[in-house]
């Protein structure tokens, strides 16, 4: 049994990774974070014209129709530039929703602008996955209020895909939401608390009376999240061995050193048995369906503690220097602890493995 990737899969990867490292440098991560614009068009369009947008979108609809194995190893592509692009929302969590629940004229409206890069979506689920102080979003006659923190990709999108306390999904337009930015540690992203008050909203049929659609939405997330903390936590080793073959001290590079050695050994070998969990993971969406919550919620909460482990290792590799702005090493390290958090805690997602297997 062949348990690597395909030909297909690697050339995707290659693909992705290649136009990602030549025009996602250090320097527009740094632009876009100054700035506060979290989306760059530019970089967008070109990963759509690679047919990223359209990833798990079906050929019907102008899509690739490809399968959540690649949607994670674009994440994973992702993750080692923190590109500042809506992907996880608007090209997987979106139409994955509007394929498991939309209407056909909700599919046929959205689907194709989707698959063609011409339409960001925000999605507001995670009230589901670890609520604060908020009463969540209630709906009535297709009519939203109250709030919903921490929609993902909210800032600059067209629509936003919102669950309420039910468990049903709605879309809404931007244009009826009150948005309020969320600043948070990861400054490459845009977080935002949607307000609704009477908001109309149109159902996804196939999200009422269910929360399976909502749930499956959420492991998706979780799976893409663990992706996107794999890479930045390659990118942070990668960098750290580089650094530890150049830096000198005592006439010596530091990588010599044994201590040096050991950190970065560590790392490796903390991250290497990640990558087949992440990978699994996604595989089992649709070879083993049966298994794949577990594994989604294993994934996003082993990477959580890994990420954490090398981001600490890779920051103290690079000495006094990890800290510094020069570097940009705190961009990889800010979008590892906010994957951390996002759509639940370690401790919040293993409750929910548990309960997946009847625990």
Same mark, same amino acid.
């Given at each position: 049994?062949?348990?690597?990737?395909?030909?297909?899969?690697?050339?995707?990867?290659?693909?992705?990774?290649?136009?990602?490292?030549?025009?996602?440098?250090?320097?527009?991560?740094?632009?876009?974070?100054?700035?506060?614009?979290?989306?760059?068009?530019?970089?967008?369009?070109?990963?759509? +014209?690679?047919?990223?947008?359209?990833?798990?979108?079906?050929?019907?609809?102008? =899509?690739?129709?490809?399968?959540?194995?690649?949607?994670?190893?674009?994440?994973?592509?992702?993750?080692?530039?923190?590109?500042?692009?809506?992907?996880?929302?608007? /090209?997987?969590?979106?139409?994955?929703?509007?394929?498991?629940?939309?209407?056909?004229?909700?599919?046929?409206?959205?689907?194709?602008?989707?698959?063609?890069?011409?339409?960001?979506?925000?999605?507001?689920?995670?009230?589901?996955?670890?609520?604060?102080?908020?009463?969540?979003?209630?709906?009535?006659?297709?009519?939203?209020? =109250?709030?919903?923190?921490?929609?993902?990709?909210?800032?600059?999108?067209?629509?936003?895909?919102?669950?309420?306390?039910?468990?049903?999904?709605?879309?809404? +337009?931007?244009?009826? #939401?009150?948005?309020?930015?969320?600043?948070?540690?990861?400054? !490459?992203?845009?977080?935002?608390?949607?307000?609704?008050?009477? #908001?109309?909203?149109?159902?996804?049929? =196939? /999200?009422?009376?269910?929360? +399976?659609?909502?749930?499956?939405?959420?492991?998706?997330?979780?799976?893409?999240?663990?992706?996107?903390?794999?890479?930045?936590?390659?990118?942070?080793?990668?960098? /750290?061995?580089?650094?530890?073959?150049?830096?000198?001290?005592?006439?010596?590079?530091?990588?010599?050193?044994?201590?040096?050695?050991?950190?970065?050994? +560590?790392?490796?070998?903390?991250?290497?048995?990640?990558?087949?969990?992440?990978?699994?993971?996604?595989?089992?969406?649709?070879?083993?369906?049966?298994?794949?919550?577990?594994?989604?919620?294993?994934?996003?909460?082993?990477?959580?503690?890994?990420?954490?482990?090398?981001?600490?290792?890779?920051?103290?590799?690079?000495?006094?220097?990890?800290? !510094?702005?020069?570097?940009?090493?705190?961009?990889?390290?800010?979008?590892?602890?906010?994957?951390?958090?996002?759509?639940?805690?370690?401790?919040?997602?293993?409750?929910?493995?548990?309960?997946?297997?009847?625990?």
């Amino acid at each position: 049994m062949d348990f690597a990737l395909s030909e297909q899969q690697r050339m995707l990867t290659d693909s992705v990774a290649g136009y990602l490292t030549a025009n996602c440098p250090l320097d527009l991560i740094r632009q876009t974070a100054e700035s506060g614009e979290t989306h760059n068009p530019a970089l967008a369009q070109g990963l759509a +014209e690679l047919g990223v947008s359209g990833l798990v979108i079906p050929e019907d609809f102008g =899509g690739v129709g490809l399968g959540y194995l690649e949607a994670a190893l674009v994440a994973e592509c992702i993750g080692s530039v923190v590109a500042p692009v809506t992907y996880l929302a608007t /090209s997987v969590l979106a139409p994955s929703a509007l394929l498991s629940a939309g209407s056909d004229e909700q599919q046929q409206a959205w689907l194709p602008r989707i698959a063609a890069g011409e339409v960001s979506i925000g999605v507001a689920v995670s009230e589901h996955s670890g609520r604060r102080d908020s009463d969540g979003v209630t709906a009535r006659n297709e009519q939203l209020t =109250g709030s919903a923190m921490f929609a993902f990709d909210a800032i600059g999108a067209d629509a936003y895909l919102v669950a309420d306390n039910a468990g049903a999904l709605y879309l809404v +337009e931007t244009s009826a #939401t009150d948005v309020v930015h969320l600043h948070t540690i990861d400054r !490459t992203r845009g977080f935002a608390r949607l307000n609704f008050e009477g #908001t109309p909203a149109e159902v996804l049929p =196939g /999200s009422v009376d269910t929360k +399976e659609v909502l749930q499956n939405i959420i492991d998706i997330g979780r799976l893409l999240l663990a992706a996107e903390t794999l890479g930045a936590c390659q990118k942070m080793l990668d960098d /750290s061995v580089a650094y530890a073959k150049e830096r000198k001290q005592f006439n010596r590079v530091i990588g010599s050193f044994q201590a040096v050695k050991h950190m970065c050994a +560590e790392m490796a070998a903390e991250l290497e048995p990640c990558r087949a969990m992440v990978w699994y993971a996604a595989h089992s969406r649709e070879a083993a369906p049966d298994e794949a919550r577990m594994m989604a919620c294993h994934a996003k909460a082993h990477l959580a503690e890994v990420g954490k482990f090398v981001a600490r290792t890779a920051t103290e590799v690079h000495g006094g220097m990890g800290m !510094t702005d020069l570097l940009g090493l705190h961009y990889w390290f800010k979008r590892i602890g906010m994957n951390r958090q996002l759509l639940g805690t370690p401790e919040r997602v293993r409750e929910d493995a548990a309960l997946a297997q009847g625990w």
